[in-house]
């Protein structure tokens, strides 16, 4: 059983929003989904290479509890809701499947 995980990426370009939307997800959507996801962690990032780029990452058991989520009404309902907190902020996903983990 290898992990799965779902990656959104944001971009945020108005840089005097950055601070209110990094708030939002911190304690609103970022909570949110990883309850409502059922993820066992979720991290995020901010781009140093370019200030406006920000990611978040939920880790899956597996891949079918992924596609499960992806089916879910969770989804939508939580999407919906950052349509309409932040509806200037464009987004795209990914998901991934664990292929190698290497621990020193």
Same mark, same amino acid.
């Given at each position: 059983?290898?992990?799965?995980?779902?990656?959104?990426?944001?971009?945020?370009?108005?840089? =005097?929003?950055?601070?209110?939307f990094?708030?939002?997800?911190?304690?609103?959507?970022?909570?949110?989904?990883?309850?409502?996801?059922?993820? =066992?962690?979720?991290?995020?990032?901010? =781009?140093?290479?370019?200030?406006?780029?920000?990611?978040?990452?939920?880790?899956?058991?597996?891949?079918?509890?992924?596609?499960?989520?992806?089916?879910?009404?969770?989804?939508?309902?939580?999407?919906?809701?950052?349509n309409?907190?932040?509806?200037?902020?464009?987004?795209?996903?990914?998901?991934?499947?664990?292929?190698?983990?290497?621990a020193?």
């Open positions: 059983m290898r992990a799965a995980f779902f990656v959104v990426r944001a971009t945020v370009p108005d840089a =005097s929003k950055r601070a209110a990094d708030r939002w997800y911190e304690t609103e959507h970022l909570p949110d989904a990883a309850k409502a996801f059922g993820v =066992s962690k979720a991290w995020r990032f901010w =781009s140093l290479d370019d200030p406006s780029l920000h990611q978040a990452m939920y880790q899956f058991d597996d891949e079918a509890k992924l596609n499960a989520m992806l089916k879910g009404d969770a989804l939508q309902e939580l999407v919906a809701d950052f309409r907190d932040w509806p200037d902020v464009k987004r795209a996903r990914e998901t991934l499947v664990l292929a190698q983990e290497f020193k």
